[in-house]
Structures are given as C-alpha cells and as structure tokens.
C-alpha cells in the first residue's frame, strides 16, 4: 500500500506494534524443553490481546498462529509437540491484521548458549538487514537492493535463498511490489516509490540456494541442507531512511 493520509500511517503503526510486540514476547518466553507449540499460543494469547488476527492462520489456513522454524527448517514450520532444546537455532514470523492493516516481521535466534556454532549466521542475517534498510529510499532499483544483500551473504560467506522473497504489505498480507529477492534480477526494472510499505527480510543460507517444501505442504528446508537466519521489518520507504514500523521487535538488539 502507499501511505496517503495520517489515518494510513497510524493504522499501519498499530498493527505493526501488535506483530513487533508479540514477536520480542515470543523470543524472550522461549527456553530449553517447551514444545513449538506451546510457544505459538503464546503468541497468539498477545495478538488476540492486541485484536490482531493471525495472518496465516485466517489468510492461507496455516495450522498456527506463528510460524516457528527449527534448525534445518528454513521457514513456515508449523507449531507441533516438538520440544526446543539449548542450541537450538528458531526463526519466528509474526504478521497479524489489526483494523483491516497488515504488518509482518520475523527474527532468527540462538536458544540459549551457541553449543552448534550457529550465532556467526545469526549476526551476518541482522547486519544485512541493517544495510539494506539503510539504503533503500524512493527512487532506488529494487534489484539493486537484491544485489547489496546477496553481496553482503558472500562477503561473510553464506549464500542466499533464491525463492523466497520480501513483498508490498498494507492492505492484505502480500502485495505489490512482490518478489522483494535477496539477489539481482538484472530484468527488474522496478524502483522503490516514496510512501509504499514494504515488508523486508534476509534469507542467509550456509549451503542452500534454493528451498523445498516438505509433504506437510507448508515447512520449506534447504535444497542442499544447512541452515538459515531470517530477519524481516515492515517499513515505510521516505525520501530520506525509511520508518521502520517495527522496530520495537528488538530483531537487531
């Protein structure tokens, strides 16, 4: 959507505050021996306190309220009994409509003590994301800002995931511009316009370039295995750096 009037901006900030909060929530209430499940209505107890709804849950049907992914998951992995154990690497997604406004974010996390060495990926996915904000205002080549993150992954030395993407957010959960990559798509001749909300996120892989779906027909994992970080803010494109509507998630603390 395109913020036209202070009634957008003010919706967008509410429904942006339901998802950040929930998510910082979330990762602090997560710890060793608590099923994914348990951890999702959690969540879920903060949206519903919020009047969010669920974005996956009522959009696409998702068995959950929050997507929570564990170590090899890369992303959509859906609440089960499986129990969370030190070490463990946990990406969550929350994104929620409040008041007909829709925000997403997501963060990637080590729980507890990094006993399998996954913190190095961890911290490049939250430097990129910094970076790419940073740079992106109106008038700037979409694919341009593809190239910086798929850039920054291989100066740290991680790869991208090629089919997952950021997206225009507001009104409904995905909307145009789509196909926000993490890499350049020399075809893209898009820019990025002042006032659009956008939903932007990392997808930095160790081995993988590309993601499958398992037979859930929801939890995607790495083509070639190995792991994944995600971070992802919803923010509002200026003239100038970019509102981060989201950012009391605390992803970059």
């Given at each position: 959507?395109?913020?036209?009037?202070?009634?957008d901006?003010?919706?967008?900030?509410?429904?942006?505050?339901?998802?950040?909060?929930?998510?910082?929530?979330?990762?602090?209430?997560?710890?060793?021996?608590?099923?994914?499940?348990?951890?999702?209505?959690?969540?879920?107890?903060?949206?519903?306190e919020?009047?969010?709804?669920?974005?996956?849950?009522?959009?696409?049907?998702?068995?959950?309220?929050?997507?929570?992914?564990?170590?090899?998951?890369?992303?959509?992995?859906?609440?089960?009994?499986?129990?969370?154990?030190?070490?463990?690497?946990?990406?969550?997604?929350?994104?929620?409509?409040?008041?007909?406004?829709?925000?997403d974010?997501?963060?990637?996390?080590?729980?507890?003590?990094?006993?399998n060495?996954?913190?190095?990926?961890?911290?490049?996915?939250?430097?990129?994301?910094?970076?790419?904000?940073?740079?992106?205002?109106g008038?700037?080549?979409?694919?341009?800002?593809?190239?910086?993150?798929?850039?920054?992954a291989?100066?740290?030395?991680?790869?991208?995931?090629?089919n997952?993407?950021?997206?225009?957010i507001?009104?409904?959960?995905?909307?145009?511009?789509d196909?926000?990559?993490?890499?350049?798509n020399?075809?893209?001749?898009?820019?990025?316009?002042?006032?659009?909300?956008?939903?932007?996120?990392?997808?930095?892989s160790?081995?993988?370039?590309?993601?499958?779906?398992?037979?859930?027909?929801?939890?995607?994992?790495?083509?070639k295995?190995?792991?994944?970080?995600?971070h992802?803010?919803t923010?509002?494109?200026?003239?100038?750096?970019?509102?981060?509507?989201?950012?009391?998630?605390?992803?970059?603390?």
């Amino acid at each position: 959507m395109s913020i036209s009037k202070e009634s957008d901006l003010l919706g967008m900030q509410n429904a942006s505050e339901a998802v950040a909060y929930t998510l910082k929530k979330m990762t602090q209430y997560a710890q060793p021996g608590m099923t994914t499940k348990e951890l999702d209505e959690f969540g879920a107890k903060i949206l519903k306190e919020f009047g969010a709804k669920s974005a996956p849950h009522s959009t696409y049907g998702f068995p959950g309220w929050t997507c929570i992914s564990v170590n090899n998951e890369f992303c959509h992995g859906i609440p089960s009994r499986r129990k969370l154990k030190e070490g463990d690497l946990i990406n969550i997604d929350v994104s929620a409509e409040l008041n007909g406004f829709w925000a997403d974010n997501g963060g990637s996390f080590v729980l507890g003590q990094d006993i399998n060495q996954h913190q190095k990926l961890v911290d490049a996915s939250k430097e990129i994301l910094v970076k790419t904000i940073s740079n992106i205002k109106g008038g700037v080549k979409i694919a341009d800002i593809g190239h910086l993150m798929e850039t920054e992954a291989k100066k740290r030395g991680f790869k991208v995931i090629r089919n997952l993407a950021g997206h225009g957010i507001g009104r409904g959960l995905h909307e145009q511009p789509d196909e926000l990559l993490n890499y350049k798509n020399k075809h893209d001749i898009r820019r990025f316009k002042k006032n659009s909300v956008v939903a932007i996120e990392t997808f930095t892989s160790t081995t993988s370039s590309y993601a499958d779906q398992l037979s859930d027909g929801w939890t995607m994992v790495g083509n070639k295995g190995g792991f994944m970080a995600q971070h992802e803010h919803t923010i509002v494109v200026t003239d100038n750096a970019p509102i981060i509507l989201t950012e009391m998630n605390g992803i970059f603390n």
